[in-house]
T-cell receptor
Framework: AQSVTQPDIHITVSEGASLELRCNYS??????LFWYVQSPGQGLQLLLK??????LVQGIKGFEAEFKRSQSSFNLRKPSVHWSDAAEYFC???????????FGAGTRLFVKA | DAGVIQSPRHEVTEMGQEVTLRCKPI?????LFWYRQTMMRGLELLIY????????DSGMPEDRFSAKMPNASFSTLKIQPSEPRDSAVYFC???????????FGPGTRLTVL
């Protein structure tokens, strides 16, 4: 079955430090890949997505992600984390010919001063 | 556009009562999704519609749950009778295509006493 794995349930980083959140998806047809962010008390909001083309994708709030087909990964990165980035981050995947998106379990990011 | 609209934002009810959650998707979006989010189970897809037709309701936990989409601008999720274990945040999301970006509403926090 198609699946998305986010190995880290939670991560703590210091403000100003770099961040990488991991995401792996099960092999399938050409994937469409997404990262969403959920702030407390709110719905999910799209950070970035990859459909095709350049495998390094830029998103909002200074985030980027790199699609690596050989590793079935789509890791999210940010060079310098701000306290306002504390939230839960969801990786998601859908496939051509499919009709729904599969979400990972989420990684909660804590930012310390 | 106002985005996806959900009502009510908060609902507190007693066990055995009927609960109806409402959703207005973004105009022009052909897909509508209902999710449930809890600490224990994370984000679960309950059901989704395409052009007002239910496509996959395999995530609906029990017969107590039902969903309808009478027209392109309105959907309901009903729980009858409600139980304490139904307490969760329920999200509605819509998208242009099933595999494309989903736009989430702010959610309805349901508490069943």
């Amino acid at each position: 079955a198609q699946s998305v794995t986010q190995p880290d349930i939670h991560i703590t980083v210091s403000e100003g430090a770099s961040l990488e959140l991991r995401c792996n998806y099960s092999y399938g047809a050409t994937p469409y890949l997404f990262w969403y962010v959920q702030s407390p008390g709110q719905g999910l909001q799209l950070l970035l997505k990859y459909f095709s083309g350049d495998t390094l994708v830029q998103g909002i709030k200074g985030f980027e992600a790199e699609f690596k087909r050989s590793q079935s990964s789509f890791n999210l990165r940010k060079p310098s984390v701000h306290w306002s980035d504390a939230a839960e981050y969801f990786c998601a995947v859908s496939y051509t010919g499919g009709f729904k998106t599969i979400f990972g379990a989420g990684t909660r990011l804590f930012v310390k001063a | 556009d106002a985005g996806v609209i959900q009502s009510p934002r908060h609902e507190v009810t007693e066990m055995g009562q009927e609960v109806t959650l409402r959703c207005k998707p973004i105009s022009g979006h052909d897909y509508l999704f209902w999710y449930r989010q809890t600490m224990m189970r994370g984000l679960e897809l309950l059901i989704y519609f395409n052009n007002n037709v239910p496509i996959d309701d395999s995530g609906m936990p029990e017969d107590r749950f039902s969903a309808k989409m009478p027209n392109a601008s309105f959907s309901t999720l009903k729980i009858q009778p409600s139980e304490p274990r139904d307490s969760a945040v329920y999200f509605c999301a819509s998208s242009l295509q099933g595999t494309d970006t989903q736009y989430f509403g702010p959610g309805t926090r349901l508490t069943v006493l």
